[in-house]
């Protein structure tokens, strides 16, 4: 596939993912990876578990600001789009 028509289809798809934005009809993915869909949500209602490592019950609670200005997936997307260093970052 030559770069001409790589950028004729991802312009294709971006035209079609506008018009399903405009009608509110969900976009289906580039690629059928098969996995389960995640919905968009401001913070995810999944995200307390337990997982049990060896002889040890590890438990994870999540707390969200429901009034906060920006959702999880807009910081991830800041911290990539910044090339933030995450490894030693104290949320």
């Known amino acids: ?3 001409q028509n790589k950028n004729e289809v991802i312009d294709g798809y971006v ?21 389960k869909k995640i919905p968009l949500v401001k913070y995810p209602d999944d995200l307390d578990f337990s997982k049990a490592i060896g002889g040890t019950t590890y438990t994870v609670k999540s707390h969200f600001d429901p009034d906060a200005d920006e959702c999880l997936f807009g910081i991830v997307s800041r911290w990539i789009d910044n090339e933030t260093d995450v490894s030693d970052l104290t949320l």
């Not at 035209?15 to 996995?35: F, V, Y």
């Open 1 to 3: 596939m030559t770069e």
């Open 15 to 35: 035209q079609a993912a506008e018009e399903r934005l405009r009608n509110r009809i969900p976009t289906p993915p580039l690629i059928n990876s098969g996995r």
